[in-house]
């Protein structure tokens, strides 16, 4: 799957740059970044059958990231082997699923972007990052 991604990314290609706006919110399948150099950052998912892989939340303000150099890019992921008591106690219905968490911060403040991605255990859960036109 990955190998069908046009100028593939990575979340450290994002420090040092400056975002001028930011476009995506909860329940979306892809948020991008357009930055001071005209290129975008994109993070979103090439989506196949039987899965599903979406922004489940964003804590901190978007106002935070605009116009000052990112000092933090990362990416944290969780892919749980989780007993059939833990989807009993949460209420998860899914064979396979995946949290994955990308932080960016600036002297201003900072933002942490949740994606929730869920599958039959056979296609991917993973959130891609490319640069866009």
């Given amino acids: ?12 290609d994002l420090l040092g740059q400056i975002i001028t706006k930011i476009e995506g919110k ?3 399948g892809e948020i991008v970044f357009h930055l001071q150099d005209g290129r975008k950052f994109v993070m979103y998912h090439e989506q196949d059958c039987c899965e599903m892989v979406e922004v489940e939340d964003i804590c901190g303000e978007w106002e935070d990231l605009i116009g000052l150099p990112i000092l933090i890019s990362e990416e944290v992921s969780n892919a749980p082997k989780l007993s ?4 009993e106690k949460y209420d998860y219905t899914d064979e396979s699923f995946k ?3 990308y932080k960016l911060s600036t002297n201003r403040g900072a ?3 949740r994606w929730y991605g869920s599958s039959n255990g056979y296609y991917s ?8 036109n």
């Fill in 84 to 87: 059939a008591k833990y989807h």
């Fill in 125 to 132: 859960e993973r959130v891609d990052l490319k640069w866009g």
């Fill in 1 to 12: 799957m990955y190998d069908r991604i046009e100028n593939p990314a990575e979340m450290k």
């Fill in 99 to 101: 949290w994955t968490f």
């Fill in 111 to 113: 933002v942490t972007i």
């Fill in 26 to 28: 909860k329940g979306d």
